[in-house]
T-cell receptor
Framework: GAVVSQHPSWVICKSGTSVKIECRSL??????MFWYRQFPKQSLMLMAT?????????EQGVEKDKFLINHASLTLSTLTVTSAHPEDSSFYIC???????????FGEGSWLTVV | GDSVTQMEGPVTLSEEAFLTINCTYTATGYPSLFWYVQYPGEGLQLLLKATKADDKGSNKGFEATYRKETTSFHLEKGSVQVSDSAVYFCALTLIYNQGGKLIFGQGTELSVKP
């Protein structure tokens, strides 16, 4: 079964609204989580690295005020797309690194459509 | 910059056919290389990996050899099954102990017909 769960799997929102995507590690503690996005027929691109209890580290070109990442506990990180626009429509996927280890587990991904 | 290039899909094969999915990379250092698989409706799962030149990763009948001279990490399987239908991603990381910072190829969809 899944060890990293993302919710929601699919979301449609109106332009200008905000939407939150959750990433949970189900049976382990994850000090570090990663957020990726993928446009159709393109690579998954790392957006940010999220560390529990500290500010996320964003990759170059990713707007930190638009993509708010919160890692409030060792089992939960959230990505909030603020004031969403149609160009934010994409596949978002998180991964979680097992504490003190190199093992990485990915979530199922979340499809966001902004209309 | 560092990048990964995969052959475009979709790839459609008959059951028991031989599979090759090409993957080449560009990296400034000495990357670790990975193949991930994503079955319909599921998250990415690590399929195999190799951390240095000439290493061969293998799992579930799939294998890939880290070729530094050709900067390649092609995925192969001798006899595919319908259950192998999925999207396959080649990826690299330059920081092994930060394995979550991965650079992915665009993914190759494989469809295996009975």
């Amino acid at each position: 079964g899944a060890v990293v769960s993302q919710h929601p799997s699919w979301v449609i929102c109106k332009s200008g609204t905000s939407v939150k995507i959750e990433c949970r590690s189900l049976d382990f503690q994850a000090t570090t989580m990663f957020w990726y996005r993928q446009f159709p027929k393109q690579s998954l691109m790392l957006m940010a690295t999220s560390n529990e209890g500290s500010k996320a580290t964003y990759e170059q070109g990713v707007e930190k005020d638009k993509f708010l990442i919160n890692h409030a506990s060792l089992t939960l990180s959230t990505l909030t797309v603020t004031s969403a626009h149609p160009e934010d429509s994409s596949f978002y996927i998180c991964s979680a690194q097992v504490e003190a280890g190199n093992t990485i587990y990915f979530g199922e991904g979340s499809w966001l459509t902004v209309v | 910059g560092d990048s990964v290039t995969q052959m475009e899909g979709p790839v459609t094969l008959s059951e028991e056919a031989f599979l090759t999915i090409n993957c080449t990379y560009t990296a400034t250092g000495y990357p670790s290389l990975f193949w991930y698989v994503q079955y319909p409706g599921e998250g990415l799962q690590l399929l195999l990996k190799a951390t240095k030149a000439d290493d061969k990763g293998s799992n579930k009948g799939f294998e890939a050899t880290y070729r530094k001279e050709t900067t390649s990490f092609h995925l192969e399987k001798g006899s595919v099954q319908v259950s192998d239908s999925a999207v396959y991603f080649c990826a690299l990381t330059l920081i092994y102990n930060q394995g979550g910072k991965l650079i992915f190829g665009q993914g190759t969809e494989l469809s295996v017909k009975p």
